[in-house]
T-cell receptor
């Protein structure tokens, strides 16, 4: 299975943009890139996903490298409520399982 | 909010006793998952189900069994609980064509 690599932790200042990187050098052509986040004392929640093109939604933007070996989750203006662990995972719609790594712990400073 | 509930939310049990955790959904989703979360390890997949009576092992399945006799319920059983199974357990669901998964609020299990 293709794996992802993320930094263990990152810090950001409130109201500044945050760029969370994810490397997935062994990604296959049918793997979707998904991002989830886990707020303190809660279960993970979906953030965004994409296949080849950049994606935007109300929560964030996803920038995917042209070779698809890396991607970046962009929070345009970090708030204190964005402090969470962010997970980047790969999903092949033909596979049934769904595996997470350790993610990136984002700290937002006021 | 997705209709997924876990029970119990908290449980303390003794070493060697059997424990069953329940994940219940009202979404009629095909796929259901059980994870455990420990400090420094993120989410680790224990078992998952892709239909009634269809289950498979995940990354850390030793010491756990699962059952899914109907679409809405996915049970995780620790046949003989050990202290190493003290953890927070999360259930997740997703539909066949949906790409978004929904997670429960978690069950905190302490084995003493």
């Amino acid at each position: 299975d293709a794996k992802t690599t993320q930094p263990n932790s990152m810090e950001s200042n409130e109201e500044e943009p945050v760029h969370l990187p994810c490397n997935h050098s062994t990604i296959s052509g049918t793997d979707y890139i998904h991002w989830y986040r886990q707020l303190p004392s809660q279960g993970p929640e979906y953030v965004i996903h994409g296949l080849t093109s950049n994606v935007n939604n109300r929560m964030a933007s996803l920038a995917i490298a042209e070779d698809r070996k890396s991607s970046t989750l962009i929070l345009h203006r970090a708030t204190l409520r964005d402090a969470a662990v962010y997970y980047c995972i790969l999903r092949d719609e033909g596979n049934n399982d769904m595996r997470f790594g350790a993610g990136t712990r984002l700290t937002v400073k006021p | 909010d997705a209709g997924i509930t876990q029970s119990p939310r908290h449980k303390v049990t003794e070493t060697g006793t059997p424990v069953t955790l329940r994940c219940h959904q009202t979404e009629n989703h095909r796929y259901m998952y059980w994870y455990r979360q420990d400090p420094g390890h993120g989410l680790r997949l224990i078992h998952y189900s892709y239909g009634v009576k269809d289950t498979d092992k995940g990354e850390v399945s030793d010491g756990y069994s699962v059952s899914r006799s109907k679409t809405e319920d996915f049970l995780l059983t620790l046949e003989s609980a050990t202290s190493s199974q003290t953890s927070v357990y999360f259930c997740a669901i997703r539909g066949t064509l949906a790409t978004e998964a929904f997670f429960g609020q978690g069950t905190r299990l302490t084995v003493v």
